[in-house]
């Protein structure tokens, strides 16, 4: 239900304030792995909620065409689950990095 209710918050709120940074609703690991994957740099601020959610639901297979709309949750939700896979995957590497105590 929770999962539900932010998948829907998400949709929502790009639809009625796409220009909001996408802090609102996306931790800072979230948009910053995704920012890098997508374009290979670490990002000086927040995308807007627009972008973010584009590139999320690029995740998810939506093809961002004209004809195609706004992203709908079915693409959110699993562009946000490929997305979850990507942080503990960093997380992961993150504590392989660190020198053993």
Not at 7 to 12: A, S, V
Not at 63 to 90: E, H, Q, Y
């Amino acid at each position: 239900m929770i999962i539900a209710w932010r998948i829907h918050y998400i949709t929502h709120l790009n639809r009625a304030h796409p220009d909001l940074p996408c802090d609102m609703a996306f931790s800072q690991k979230e948009w910053q792995v995704l920012w890098v994957i997508k374009y290979g740099t670490m990002p000086q601020k927040p995308p807007s909620m627009e972008q973010m959610v584009k590139m999320v639901a690029q995740m998810g297979g939506h093809k961002g065409r004209r004809s195609d709309g706004p992203p709908g949750p079915k693409v959110i939700w699993t562009g946000m689950s490929a997305l979850k896979n990507c942080v503990l995957t960093f997380i992961a590497l993150n504590k392989l990095m660190q020198p053993a105590p």
